[in-house]
């Protein structure tokens, strides 16, 4: 007998066509996992370009050549004018394009960067967000294109897009999904790159001005102390000469001497007084506070404490150098004079009243400022006209105010506004 199981004919198909269209799917299994590890090749070596234009050119050309495309184009979003520009174009003449702005609801383009979502489009010719006069300018003729976002940390940084132009080739759900991780992974080394790119700016202008520092501090030490150090060497050695023959004399010239030192004394204090630390150019006013704290803490053993009331913009240099030689100068004074157990360095900007508070207190032994100031030029000290010339600078005020016993307190006030950053102080 027989044993064999008879399938119906019908059955029989009905399973044929599901072997087929499971082996179907198994193809497309296996040409998605080939196209996503090309992807990810293809992502890893863009991602170790950290110089921005060439890595923007990469990525161009990865997604031409992975997509199997006609073109491609990359543009960046300009968070500032909130419009998109056309940075690299491939294939085609489309390099006139470069540079040219789309606002973010014009446009395919337009679309995805609005709506965060990519698009395939299968026929450009009949779809109204379509841009023909930029088609016209690509120099190729687009059939079917398809534009992803491009996302990083949810910040939408621009978008990619790759373009057919062989009728009858279209972009299909699977090559939607492979460019968007595509473009996910370039928008993280874009970012990487502008970080780089930004930091590479930084250490440069870092360079420029310690050099300009440098020479500034060479040519002043060069101009003052120097000339007066080399003329006080000379008169000591008449000096010298004199105690033999005219003895009488020696007083007059050592007086000379003594008045002469006296200057230097004030250039070197001035100079110092002018030496400002890099990061104060670099990082803004408050990083070179919390720097300069940090220093008097260890190396001096200071208690100083830095707080500020709100968080507020960076200010010109002008500003915040003079803000930072005020404190400088009232914190000397309170390590030299106070025997203070406590120094606070308060910020307290007041946006509302368009004023900035900076108060420097310490605890300690405090003085007699009508004194002090009544027998000032006799004096030959330079700090508290310093510290004035410097608020004057900034339209600000300066005020002491110190009690003998309880401490003292410097206070520079400045109008915010007028003395915040602008464009010539980067
Ligand atoms: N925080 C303070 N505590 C106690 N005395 C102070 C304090 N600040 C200033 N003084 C007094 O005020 C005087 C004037 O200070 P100022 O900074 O103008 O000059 P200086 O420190 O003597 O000299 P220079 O600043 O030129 O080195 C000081 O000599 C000191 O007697
Ligand atoms: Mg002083």
């Known amino acids: 007998m027989n044993s064999e199981v008879r399938i119906p004919a019908q059955e029989l198909a009905k399973l044929r066509v599901s072997a087929t269209r ?89 679309w995805v960067a609005t709506h965060r979502k990519p698009l395939i489009v299968d026929d450009v010719n009949k779809d109204n967000r379509y841009y023909q006069s930029i088609a016209q300018s690509f120099g190729i003729e687009p059939t079917s294109l398809l534009c992803v976002p491009m996302i990083s940390r949810n910040r939408l940084i621009g978008v990619l897009e790759v373009l057919h132009s062989t009728p009858g080739r279209y972009f299909g759900e699977l090559d939607q999904q492979l460019l968007t991780t595509f473009a996910n992974q370039a928008a993280i080394a874009i970012e990487n790159a502008r970080l780089y790119e930004s930091l590479k700016r930084e250490r440069d202008h870092l360079v420029v001005v310690e050099d300009e520092i440098h020479k500034r501090l060479a040519r002043d030490l060069h101009d003052g102390p120097t000339q007066l150090l080399a003329s006080i060497v000379m008169s000591l050695n008449f000096a010298k000469e004199l105690m033999n023959r005219a003895p009488e004399l020696v007083p007059e010239e050592i007086d000379e001497s003594a008045a002469v030192a006296e200057r230097a004394l004030k250039q070197l204090r001035t100079l110092l007084f002018d030496l400002r630390p890099v990061i104060l150019e670099t990082q803004g006013l408050f990083p070179a506070l919390e720097l300069y704290a940090e220093r008097l803490q260890e190396t001096e053993q200071l208690n100083v404490v830095l707080t500020t009331t709100h968080e507020f913009a960076r200010l010109s240099s002008r500003a915040e150098v003079a803000i930072f030689a005020v404190i400088q100068e009232a914190v000397n004074n309170a390590r030299k004079y106070a025997y203070a157990s406590r120094i606070d360095l308060i910020l307290d900007p007041d946006e509302d009243n368009d004023i900035l508070t900076v108060s420097i207190k310490d605890n300690g032994v405090g003085f007699d400022v009508q004194t002090v100031k009544g027998r000032y030029d006799e004096r030959g000290s330079l700090g508290m006209i310093n510290m004035q010339e410097r608020a004057d600078g900034v339209n600000g005020t300066f005020k002491i105010r110190s009690e003998v016993g309880k401490g003292t307190e410097v206070t520079l006030s400045l109008p915010l506004s007028e003395n915040l950053r602008n464009s010539e102080d980067e």
Do not use: W, Y
Request: charged fraction near 25%; glycine fraction near 8%; proline fraction near 1%.
């Open 22 to 110: 499971l082996e179907a799917n198994l193809e497309e299994a296996r040409q998605r996992l080939a196209a996503l590890q090309v992807v990810h090749e293809v992502a890893q070596s863009v991602t170790s370009e950290l110089n921005l234009e060439p890595l923007l050119h990469k990525i161009v050309s990865a997604a031409v050549e992975v997509m199997n495309a006609s073109a491609g184009s990359l543009l960046l979003l300009d968070e500032f004018s909130d419009e998109l520009v056309f940075e690299v174009i491939e294939g085609g003449a489309g390099g006139e394009l470069k540079g040219v702005r789309i606002a973010r609801n014009k446009g395919v383009v337009g």
